[in-house]
């Protein structure tokens, strides 16, 4: 890790003989590369950053608490009782080990520390980058019966390290000014954190986290006993559960420490989490497919072994095993290789073996001893086995009776000419007459019209066929050309930009948020790459002489209300995409250089996941609150 990104960095890079304020001074000319941004995630990095080498310390066995406050004054302070950095003299570097993990990139690993070094996957970069980021930083060192201090300005030490004080305890506690020459706006985001923090806390459970915001005087403490099996139980709070413990596998095989936790509701989506390092890997990776292959395994031998599945009926597939499974799989290694695009898969194909070893052994283990539980949720993946066959039935007559062959586009589809689909738009529209507005309307060049009519299928509630069976669904489907299933194939995608058009009233949202839940279920892959997008109608239009203006949001129509005081106006409110006409629609929402879209994304899987189930699932009460933090999951683009 330390010499790969060195290596990146600059070819002539050399460990030893690069001067340190260097390093630091490249950290400060391009802090992007280091922590990703400036704005308030690079800002919020520092304070992770700080936090991930105390969870390194919780990680080693040292440490069992660790303490966070932002103070009035944008300082930010982090408290752990771990080993504490050392503090004698390097034969290297010649300063104290302290002054090393503080002044040189990645120090921390040659120093004896970070076995299972927390990291970002681009980033996880150490200490020495939020002390070359702030204006001043002190560190305080409690360790072999001594108190240390070090001061810092901008990366560079004011001063030695001092002694001032005597302690029997151990521990370090860093406190940093994210300095204003980089960072333009300190401005911490409370609630963010608290989410990251708290996520680390389920992700070590032996570790307690608190967080004190002394700006507003908030604080909250994290400490989660059942580890990843608390943040299982909590995903299935408000679900119907087919056993009432999620089932616990823990182990570390060959240095890499693995815990799953695994409990089945009785819905029909898959709700599972991984990660590696405590990093959530969105694009799951080699610890994900061990999981699958190892559950896929142990209860079709179960089943088979007590007779629950004939000997005459074929195995269970892993998608009928994953119908309403709630999981938590979380890998711990000394060198985790994070792959793709966005470095959310992890890539250490030995982890896949050891991931099976350990979920086969204690799962089994929990099946033998827990026949009742097991029968359950055998029960369960019959029946999504029998709907998985049902619908297949479905599928294979329908494109029987309407003589259509599997893949055939749907007759309400308008193509577009371009054969490119980098360039192409699919617009998914609300009713037959926008649709019929929006063929008349476009550019037929790049973009293909699919009128969906009324409601779609509420997919969270409905088993595989009936998804599978629904016409608007497999309209999608054939549509975008990608299949759908254990794994939809994107270079098959027809159209790279997918965007849902409805009106701009409740039962257009209500038609959005199903489209929505439709794809984050299946085709979470077209989301996490940026396909899908949301169009943006006008509410208004205001006339004024032959000027005429369109407005998005309340508030923009009053300011262009008030701006435009004085003129005759006239005001149009639209209810509708089917009250304009082709060419207003066009103009306002179709046409690329004057439109808006929203670009959906996922902003933090653990909310994603928790939020379609509440607003798509049977539990009522929980809906409402949701409803107005939506708009988190989906920022605004520029195109
Ligand atoms: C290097 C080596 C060791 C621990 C640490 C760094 C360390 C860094 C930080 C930063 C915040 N809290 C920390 N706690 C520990 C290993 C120490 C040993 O072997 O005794």
Not at 89 to 101: D, M, Q, R
Not at 138 to 166: A, S
Not at 222 to 232: C, D, K, M, R
Request: hydrophobic content about 35%.
């Amino acid at each position: 890790m330390l010499q790969e990104t060195n290596n990146n960095k600059s070819e002539d890079y050399n460990a030893e003989d690069i001067r340190i304020l260097d390093g630091l001074e490249a950290v400060r000319r391009r802090p992007g590369m280091y922590i990703g941004s400036t704005d308030q995630h690079g800002l919020h990095h520092l304070v992770y950053e700080i936090v991930y080498n105390s969870i390194d310390e919780a990680m080693a066995g040292y440490c069992d608490r660790t303490q966070v406050s932002i103070h009035e004054d944008n300082s930010v302070t982090v408290i752990d009782n771990g080993r504490g950095i050392p503090v004698d003299i390097h034969p290297v570097t010649n300063t104290s080990a302290l002054e090393a993990v503080m002044t040189r990139l990645h120090a921390g690993a040659k120093f004896g520390g970070h076995t299972y070094m927390v990291s970002s996957g681009l980033h996880g970069v150490g200490a020495s980058v939020v002390n070359a980021l702030s204006s001043r930083l002190e560190v305080e060192v409690k360790r072999q019966g001594k108190i240390y201090r070090h001061k810092y300005q901008q990366g560079t030490p004011l001063g030695d390290l001092e002694v001032i004080g005597n302690t029997n305890e151990t521990g370090t506690t860093i406190t940093f000014l994210a300095d204003t020459e980089i960072f333009s706006e300190l401005n911490y985001d409370f609630n963010t954190i608290c989410q990251r923090l708290k996520e680390l806390a389920y992700l070590n459970k032996n570790l307690e986290i608190s967080f004190k915001d002394e700006r507003v005087d908030q604080e909250a403490t994290f400490y989660f006993e059942g580890g990843i099996a608390s943040l299982v139980r909590r995903f299935n709070k408000d679900r119907q559960v087919l056993h009432p413990q999620p089932i616990y596998s823990s182990g570390t095989v060959n240095s890499t420490m693995v815990e799953v936790a695994v409990q089945y509701n009785d819905g029909f989506s898959e709700s599972t989490l991984s990660f590696a390092n405590c990093v959530n890997t969105i694009d799951g990776g080699s610890h994900l497919t061990g999981f699958r292959s190892a559950l896929t395994r142990v209860l079709n031998d179960y089943a088979r072994k007590n007779k629950l599945l004939k000997d005459t009926e074929p195995n269970l597939t892993g998608d009928d095993v994953r119908d309403g499974l709630t999981s938590v799989i979380s890998v711990k290694l000394a060198e985790p290789q994070f792959e793709g695009q966005t470095k959310a898969k992890l890539g250490n194909p030995e982890v896949k073996s050891q991931v099976e070893a350990i979920v086969a052994d204690g799962l089994s283990l929990h099946l033998e001893q827990h026949p009742d539980e097991a029968r359950a949720i055998i029960d369960k993946c019959l029946i999504a086995a029998k709907a998985r066959e049902a619908a297949r039935k479905a599928r294979d007559l329908i494109f029987k009776k309407s003589g259509l062959e599997a893949g055939t586009l749907p007759g309400k589809l308008a193509s577009c000419s371009e054969s490119d689909p980098r360039e192409c738009e699919l617009y998914l529209v609300e009713g037959d007459s926008a649709g019929g507005s929006a063929k008349q309307g476009r550019d037929r060049r790049f973009q293909a019209i699919l009128p969906l009519r009324g409601k779609i299928l509420n997919v969270e509630k409905a088993p595989k066929d009936k998804v599978l069976g629904h016409e608007e669904i497999r309209a999608i489907i054939t549509a975008l050309g990608a299949g759908i299933g254990e794994q939809p194939d994107l270079s098959k995608l027809r159209y790279h930009r997918i965007i849902i058009m409805t009106d701009a009233d409740v039962d257009g949202s209500h038609i959005r948020t199903l489209l929505l839940t439709f794809f984050y279920r299946n085709m979470m892959e077209l989301i996490i790459q940026g396909h899908l997008f949301i169009a943006q109608p006008p509410l208004y239009r205001i006339q004024a002489g032959k000027q005429q203006f369109w407005t998005y949001t309340e508030k923009e129509n009053e300011a262009k209300l008030k701006e435009l005081k004085g003129n005759k106006l006239q005001l149009q409110r639209y209810k509708g995409l089917g009250e304009m006409s082709p060419e207003q629609l066009w103009q306002t929402t179709m046409n690329p250089a004057s439109r808006t879209l929203l670009k959906v994304e996922i902003d933090d899987a653990m909310a994603a996941d928790r939020i379609f189930h509440i607003l798509m699932g049977n539990e009522v009460p929980p809906r409402k609150s949701f409803i107005q933090a939506h708009a988190r999951s989906v920022r605004n683009l520029d195109i």
